[in-house]
């Protein structure tokens, strides 16, 4: 079992900043082995991924936030970063953290990061 807990949303005004944060432990995690990401869900939409990081570190982003949001991790504090700039109104959603073991024998190791752990979410509200 992997359990994943959310930080640092908050309310700003657009074009504001902030960075959430994903702290992750359990006796199965492994930070290193890990794919881990971010998704959102904005009420009556259907939920999307944000961001990904593999388990080499490499980031991958929707188009919506490419240059504004960078997504990073911290493998010796076991804990997923989410810097957030420039936001914009329609960045308002929940958001919430996703982790599961990077599947290496498939093309895409990351692929079904939806089915992994979740994080309980953390409300980000952005005002025009």
């Known amino acids: 079992q992997v359990q994943l807990v959310e930080s640092g949303g908050g309310s700003v005004q657009a074009g504001g900043s902030l960075r959430l944060s994903c702290a992750a432990s359990g006796a199965t995690y492994s930070s290193s082995s890990y794919c881990m990401g971010w998704f959102r869900q904005a009420p009556g939409k259907e939920r999307e991924k944000v961001a990904v990081i593999d388990s080499v570190r490499r980031p991958t982003y929707t188009d919506s936030v490419k240059g504004r949001f960078t997504i990073s991790k911290d493998n010796a504090k076991n804990t997923l970063y989410l810097q957030m700039n420039n936001l914009k109104p329609e960045d308002t959603a929940m958001y919430f953290c996703?982790?599961?073991?990077?599947?290496?024998?498939?093309?895409?190791?990351?692929?079904?990061?939806?089915?992994?752990?979740w994080g309980q979410g953390t409300q980000v509200t952005v005002s025009s």
């Open positions: 996703a982790a599961r073991a990077a599947e290496t024998y498939l093309f895409a190791p990351c692929a079904r990061l939806a089915s992994g752990y």
